[in-house]
């Protein structure tokens, strides 16, 4: 065997210092280690992020690996791999040879393998009478077995972010929910929001109060951004929690429980009444039940499609949003938490139809603090559509097409 090593690449590729590195590294592994040359290719992957590697890249690394006949890559062996370009490029699933030149080349660069380039450039190996390998010119697979610790806690390190991340995600998505489902019982129920002169005026406060910290979300966000915001939604849930818990230990039970059956049964019956003494005699005077959803929204906008434009709605409701009646519902709570007067609602309702009101409802509260005031919005809308200037769908689509786009952001 020689005692020199090659270090330079052949041909027009230069040399650096950190190939000069990586040549270092590959010298230095120990003879008695063994590692799993799958399980160190699977920590690679996982650390991807920290490397600087492409998952085309990794593809290539992969099928470098099974060019060695082994699973276990030891110290005392010899690592270099030599398939041509063309044997390797099966492999890799046909990948054109100047795409696979350009991966070959961020592997070296990652110090993830060496090159050990033969005087022409080939790939290939010198065998002893024996038949054994004596010389071979390649690639050197030596730093996935000194650098595998290394490539193990990174990819242990980035599991572990991801498991933090996830959490807090699931933290905020459970408070929102919470927080969303209890304004609604305090506003229906008519619970107070002010006790001894303390707390916010009304529970559109509250809900304006929850609306600004779920606006400041991002759609791609780092676990140290999404803490902090966790930990307010969080100490609002419990602030919400308490006023229920008040109301609950200051109030007769039994006459909740006949209140909440009567709600129930009238589902048509806006549940804000007792809060706006003003609209009881306009109520009072109508003799007939308000129509139905409007046939001509329903077959136009299906529901599953309203949803995946505005899906933020769906909080609010108590057991889900499954048909049109559980939207119009929610549609009524969430109109009382955006501030809009009894008489606006009732004005879009009988200009636009009760479904399509429902559904800009849905996309002003979607919209969050793009609209400054929900009510003043509405009303506009409603002045367009009597001047037959308003269209639904076009809001409808520009809401479709705005979360597209925040996905392919994401």
């Not at 080939?122 to 690639?139: D, P, Q, T, V």
């Not at 009382?336 to 309702?349: D, N, T, V």
């Not at 800009?360 to 929900?374: F, P």
């Not at 809001?395 to 705005?402: A, C, E, G, K």
Request: glycine residues 6%.
């Amino acid at each position: 065997m020689q005692s020199h090593t090659p270090t330079t690449p052949f041909g027009r590729r230069s040399l650096t210092l950190a190939h000069v590195a990586s040549n270092m590294v590959a010298t230095t592994r120990p003879p008695d280690k063994v590692v799993h040359k799958w399980k160190i290719f699977h920590a690679i992957c996982t650390a991807r992020p920290r490397l600087g590697v492409s998952e085309r890249s990794l593809s290539v690394l992969n099928a470098l690996l099974t060019f060695h006949p082994e699973t276990a890559l030891t110290g005392d062996d010899d690592l270099i791999v030599f398939p041509s370009n063309h044997q390797l490029s099966l492999r890799a699933h046909g990948m054109p040879a100047s795409t696979l030149r350009r991966h070959l080349a961020v592997l070296v660069d990652a110090g993830l393998v060496v090159r050990r380039d033969s005087p022409n450039g080939k790939r290939y190996a010198r065998k002893g009478s024996a038949g054994e390998i004596e010389l071979a010119f390649g690639f050197d697979l030596s730093p996935l077995v000194v650098r595998s610790e290394e490539f193990e806690s990174l990819a242990a390190d980035i599991e572990s972010e991801a498991r933090a991340l996830k959490l807090v995600r699931e933290r905020i998505t459970l408070c929102r929910r919470d927080i969303a489902k209890m304004i609604a019982t305090g506003i229906e129920e008519g619970v107070p929001t002010r006790r001894e002169g303390q707390g916010p005026a009304d529970w559109q406060e509250v809900h304006a109060a929850f609306r600004s910290i779920v606006d400041q979300i991002p759609r791609t966000a780092t676990r140290q951004e999404l803490e902090p915001i966790a930990e307010e939604l969080s100490q609002l849930a419990d602030d919400v929690l308490n006023l229920l818990k008040t109301h609950i230990e200051s109030t007769n039970l039994s006459a909740n429980e006949s209140h909440s059956e009567r709600h129930i049964q009238n589902s048509n019956t806006n549940p804000f009444i007792d809060l706006e003494p003003s609209l009881q005699e306009g109520r009072a005077a109508r003799a007939g039940p308000k129509p139905q959803t409007p046939r001509i929204a329903e077959g136009t906008y299906p529901l599953g499609m309203v949803l995946n434009a505005c899906p933020d709605i769906v909080d609010y409701a108590k057991g889900g949003i499954s048909h049109w009646r559980d939207f119009l519902a929610t549609a009524a709570v969430v109109r009382s938490m955006l501030g809009i007067s009894p008489s606006a609602w009732e004005e879009a309702q009988s200009v636009l139809g009760e479904t399509p009101a429902a559904i800009v409802v849905a996309c002003i509260l979607q919209r969050g603090a793009a609209i400054r005031s929900a009510g003043g919005y509405l009303r506009g809308l409603t002045r367009k559509a009597e001047a037959e200037e308003f269209s639904l769908g076009p809001i409808l689509m520009s809401q479709i097409n705005s979360r597209l786009h925040e996905k392919r952001r994401a």
